[in-house]
Nanobody
Framework: VQLQASGGGLVQTGDSLRLSCAAS????????WGWFRQAPGKEREFVAA??????????ADSVTVKGRFTISRDNARNTVYLQVNSLRPFDTAVYYC????????????????????WGQGTEVTVSS
């Protein structure tokens, strides 16, 4: 199984980006997708997750995430997306996608060890 993340880049404050992560090698596709990010000099943190069968996304409680990030998935393509709007310099980070074969419960979304597979990360840099 491999996860390939893409869509990062250098943007200006206020811009938007759509990050993508495609999975290959799954027989049935992951049940749970997650996005995490790691800012320079900081630990990796949970951003968002989405789980079958629904399309409802769950987001970190951080006020810096809510309202600006939207996670979605395309089951037919085994792909997850993260739409990020109104980017700010503090959003600068490497964004990682993660996939779990199992269906995680909500309280487990933010725990990295629960995800079986990780992408290589896509870098987002927001200039002021």
């Amino acid at each position: 199984v491999q996860l390939q993340a893409s869509g990062g880049g250098l943007v200006q404050t206020g811009d938007s980006l759509r990050l993508s992560c495609a999975a290959s090698g799954f027989t049935f596709g992951p049940c749970t997708w997650g996005w995490f990010r790691q800012a320079p000099g900081k630990e990796r943190e949970f951003v968002a997750a989405i789980r079958r069968p629904g399309s409802t996304g769950y987001y970190a409680d951080s006020v810096t995430v809510k309202g600006r990030f939207t996670i979605s998935r395309d089951n037919a393509r085994n792909t997850v997306y993260l739409q990020v709007n109104s980017l700010r310099p503090f959003d600068t980070a490497v964004y990682y996608c993660a996939a779990a074969s199992g269906c995680l419960i909500r309280s487990s979304y933010g725990t990295e060890i629960n995800y079986n597979y990780w992408g290589q990360g896509t870098e987002v840099t927001v200039s002021s």
